[in-house]
DNA sequence: CAGTGGTCTAGACCACTAG
DNA sequence: TAGTGGTCTAGACCACTGT
């Protein structure tokens, strides 16, 4: 059984991103919506809370929700979100390639552990190119304690896909971090890039919903081909 | 009279960064805050989904909320929060200096404008100076019908306390864009930095609370100072 | 089993916006 | 004044975790 708030804020989505309720106008009031849901005032309430912090709205007070323009086209760092969703959300045409898939540690000055760690784990290095141009060199490893291993058809799939819905994991949350640095001369060759480019970094740190650590991910983007939007509202530290 | 979840979020925060409550230990249960601070349990559950979005616990079911380790040394991109609220919070010792200060229209083009649209502004450049470094140069347009005048007192130091304190304006939301470009030649000149180097771009767009346009924002950091970090949840698209 | 967080309800009062 | 969203409550049932 579906929650109710999620089948709301679903319906909600896809009415806003069909333009049943256009961009600049107001959604029907939260007592209408839930006339409309049969739900209660709280429950309309989860799901309008949902759709204000993923920017399709915003609320007025005394006025009511107005909906947002959508801006499709922005890679999501926020949010976990894999390039297999990606791919069926927007017609990006994305392919994947399997660059290299061997079983090491997690390498700790990278990520900033402890020397003492010493993490087995499955290494993949996956090419991810869209529109005919290699645009991100994903370097990921997985935690061999909780998936011991993945294989190479796997791999070109989706990691998360085989997580969620092979595995039975529950991914919970990850901490990111993003900065920019020279790219290294394998990643020049990789990405197609002129020395002296730079790329943008994104490594992260996935955990699952019980807080085990599940994944370190390092990708490297193209700098000339990134881009990321967010909404960000008012609040207080 | 402040709000009640505000105030238990407040005094949670304060007591996680003070580590009264340790990272990686459990916060009490719901049932045990919720006499502690004598609200419902509902306005408790806001508190902590504000804290669960912010990154400062995860909660796991059957289990309790459990405090996660908090970076205190990152440039929040996401939220809108400015240089003054930072050199509160932090101590980074910031300087701002006030580079240009004129009054113009905002640019259509820099900021994807109908070439129609004639927004008369303030235009103001400053340079942030952290710990003797230049880092940031933020180039503010700020709406006149909105704001009509800004002195360069007001400029050198907090837009954003001018906004709220002196001209009670409600600041709601802000969309942001970012990316990364080769720095021109002004701009290396500002920041330090060597010809061929990257600049890393947020360019945003700022409403009230009542959804009029306050201001466009294009923030050029140095990239090799440039981090932000983000705590991200899985959720669907 | 008792305790935890997750969902949902029905109802209340408030502050704000509009005509 | 009527309608809107914002806050808060008290209570219910569920699914999950540990013992």
Redesign the pocket.
Known sequence: ????????YRDLVRKITHQLYPANT?????????EL??????????A??NL?ENGFIH???????IVLTFDRYAFPISGLTSYHELDELFDMKTETRVLKLSTTTVPQTKFNLDTTEVIPATYIQRLRIVDGEPLVIDNDYVVQAVVPTITETVAANSLYDYFENQQHLEIGYASKEVTVAPATEEQQAILHITPGSSVVIVKSETHL??NTLLQFTESVHRSDKFKFVEHARRKLI
Chains 1, 2 share one sequence.
């Not at 059984?1 to 709301?8: F, L, S, T, W």
């Not at 107001?26 to 839930?34: A, Q």
């Not at 849901?37 to 989860?46: I, L, M, P, Q």
């Open positions: 059984m579906m929650k109710k708030y999620e089948m709301i107001y959604l029907p009031s939260e007592n209408e919506l839930t849901y049969g739900a209660s005032r709280e429950t309309v309430r989860k309008l809370a204000l609320k007025i007070k005394g006025k009511g929700s919903q019980d």
